[in-house]
């Protein structure tokens, strides 16, 4: 087997092990791994020819489709450094990443995205036309990329935009040896087999939601690429339609599906549901492990930074209930203190991680690389994450909270994270989340279930102490979410003032 170090080496590893197996599908379209190397080789020849060739930068911003991961390994064989946005990114945050990245090219979908791209003087391809070259029909004769500049293992091979809260995104840059390694790694722990289907619901966008496509790569497993918009019953029907076996998930997901499978006759394949974004309660991976008694669950931790942290083993939350792993094999997880000094088993402190699985740095921004990346004595680089946890003697981490999550109540530190975790142990709240105190008002616990806001705050004390449970509590019907399927708090903050305008009563 070749030698695998540039991101396109997957694929064509790939190609070569399982030509005819099916790669990636969406609405009733498959490609092949024979026919998705093919559709990177002709769009490589043709992204050199529109001068997308070495250290330029792509922009993808196409619903997900086959012809999504066909560009990236394509903007992988040129040199290329790729930026998949979700596709309802428009008007000023659009402009935004246009202007910071200058990309020499746009493949978009949308009339929206396609007018600000050619407003700013930047050439832009509509998603037909990049389609009928990548998978041309009649089929055509890939392109040969051997006359094309190599690039090297340390070369940039993405730029991956981060939610903005208080400010514009910015960028991770990541290298093909960075996403390499740490697809490799992730798939050496989470073991994804060659008779896998993935059910990907999650926007390819979103670096969980991209990285399936590098594991089915990896291991030969088909991925069925759904969308977040594909919620509520729909997520359960594509699951049994496309014989899934595995889920990456994040915890609306997971709690979607596990509300679903109460009322279902019919219970997907499941082997394997793994989650990351946020802390999945175990209350919700217990109940999916109820309803599908084969089903095991790895739950993880990471960041866009250095892709994933930590992996639990399969069905290991049992075992240690809250932890969310150990560290990526030939990677280094600590915590430190305000000092950067390491600290020992059992003390909370600043997650922090070292590894070959470890960003370049933020694009264009050395003020925010001296930050996240301070070197002790001159040497060691090491990730500051802005998240805090503690590791037991055993080396599994246990995750606190965010930098932004903690906050002073009653005159005590406290985790949202902790509070939410709390309230989904109540077994009839669906779904939780805090907004920490601001200004003069203090902190609030907003949940979906059918319980009164009163007799959910008297239930949350039977789960945690009392002067961290919220004094406000309000009942929604459902939460907002982000486009990676997150909570959006700060669309939740809006809503919450909107009823508070309309004399909403919140106690």
Known sequence: MPEISLLHDVLDSAAERWPDRPAVSRLGSTATYAELRDASLRLAAWLHSEGVSRGRRLVISLPPSPLVPALVFAASRVGAVYTVLHEQVVGAPLEHVLGDCEPTLVVADGASVLDTVRALGINAVTAPQAQARAFPVPAAPAHSAQMLPAPLAVDPLSLIYTSGTTSAPKAVVSTHQQAVFAAQAIQQVLDYRADDVVYCPLPLSFDYGLYQLFLGAL?????????????????????????????????????????????????????????????????????????????????????????????????????????????????????????????????????????????????????????????????????????????????????????????????????????????????????????????????????????????????????????????????????????????????????????????????
């Not at 009322?263 to 549901?273: D, K, N, T």
């Not at 008694?293 to 930074?305: I, N, W």
């Not at 949202?416 to 975790?421: F, G, I, L, R, S």
């Not at 949940?447 to 008297?458: F, G, K, M, R, S």
Request: glycine share 8%; proline share 7%.
């Open 219 to 507: 291991s030969g497993s088909h991925i069925v690429l759904g969308s977040a918009a594909e919620a509520g019953p729909a997520l359960l029907r594509n699951l049994l339609e496309s014989g899934a076996t595995v889920l990456p998930a994040v915890p609306s997901v997971a709690e979607s599906l596990a509300w679903l499978l109460k009322r279902a006759s019919r219970r997907p394949a499941l082997r394997l549901v793994t989650n990351t974004g946020a802390a999945l309660s175990t209350e919700t991976l217990n109940a999916l492990r109820a309803a599908i008694p084969e089903l095991k669950g790895q739950v993880m931790f990471g960041l866009t930074e250095c892709k994933r942290a930590t992996i639990m083993p399969p069905d290991g939350d049992l075992l240690r209930p809250g932890s969310c792993g150990l560290p990526l094999p030939g990677t280094e997880v600590f915590t430190v203190d305000e000092e950067g000094n390491r600290l020992p088993a059992g003390e909370i402190g600043e997650i922090t991680v070292r590894g070959p699985n470890v960003m370049s740095g933020y694009w264009r921004r050395p003020e925010l690389n001296q930050q996240k990346f301070p070197l002790r004595d001159g040497l060691f680089p090491e990730l500051r994450t802005g998240d805090y946890g503690r590791l037991d003697e055993d080396g599994y981490l246990y995750f606190s909270g965010r930098r932004d999550d903690l906050y002073k109540e009653r005159g005590f530190r406290v985790s949202a994270t902790e509070v939410e975790a709390a309230a989904h142990r109540i077994p009839e709240v669906a779904s939780a989340a805090v907004l920490p105190p601001s200004g003069k008002k203090s902190a609030l616990l907003a949940v979906v279930t059918d319980l009164e806001p009163q007799a959910v705050l008297e239930r949350m004390q039977e789960q945690i102490e009392e002067y961290k449970i919220p004094r406000r509590c309000v009942v929604l019907e459902t939460l907002p979410l982000s486009r990676n399927g997150k909570v959006d708090r700060k669309a939740l903050a809006a809503l919450l003032e909107d009823r508070a305008r309309s004399s909403t009563t919140v106690c």
